[in-house]
């Protein structure tokens, strides 16, 4: 599998979350987001290891992230801070096929907010390999 393949389908899942949001879609634009911060999650940790957890939760993926660039402190407090919106955003992976669950315009802002947030974050650490 070419790695490159992970960062590209994330960019992918950023634009398309731009169209679902811009089109009401909520639910799918939380769906969008979420899949773009495990896709670079998971890159991220390739890029150091050659591999990546088979795991869907985020949460999952902060703390091996943390592990991988020694970051663990830092990154545990992101997992503090922002526990729930990672766990709503965690959520959005499973309700976005079987659950009834509708997200808000503000939901997915403050979604879009952190990922753009954390997407600078993995940049600092892609320059570092």
Known sequence: MEIEYLKKRGEEFLKTSEYHLNNEMYDLAAFDLEQALQLFLKYTIFLKIKTYPPTH??????????????????????LKNKYQLIGNLEQSYISSRYLPYTYTKEEVFEFQKFLNEVVEFLKELWEEI
């Open 57 to 78: 939760s985020l949460k999952s993926l902060f703390k091996m992230l943390g592990e991988t660039y020694n970051k663990e402190k830092e990154l545990d407090k992101v």
